[in-house]
């Protein structure tokens, strides 16, 4: 089983960026396609970006031209950089394989975006 832990969330202002880290266990994480989810209030939990194991990626509309997702397979990372942040970014975002088994999700990482 592979265990992830979000980090790097926080209260931004409108325009501002973040940086979030995804540390992972398990010998096989370097064979997984991996994804950025996030959850917003009353909303249900939506993809924002995934990466394959080689690199290529893919991002929801909404964040397209702003966010950026990457990993190191060598260190175990999933990294999701967001540019240019808006209101509507705020969510609880949490990594994890795509596609993500049930009742897999763990803590997440807050971002509010907000003046």
Known sequence: ???????????????????????????????YHMGWYRQAP?????????IA?????????SVKGRFTISRDNAKNMVYLQ???LK????????CNSYPAPQDSWGQGTQVT???
Do not use: H
């Open 1 to 31: 089983q592979v265990q992830l832990v979000e980090s790097g969330g926080g209260l931004v202002q409108p325009g501002g960026s973040l940086r979030l880290s995804c540390a992972a266990s398990g010998s096989i994480f370097r064979i």
């Open 42 to 50: 009353g909303k249900q939990r939506e993809l924002v970006a995934r």
């Open 87 to 94: 209101p509507e970014d705020t969510a609880v975002y949490y």
């Open 113 to 115: 975006v907000s003046s």
């Open 53 to 61: 194991p080689g690199g290529s990626s893919y991002y929801a509309d």
């Open 82 to 84: 967001m540019n240019s």
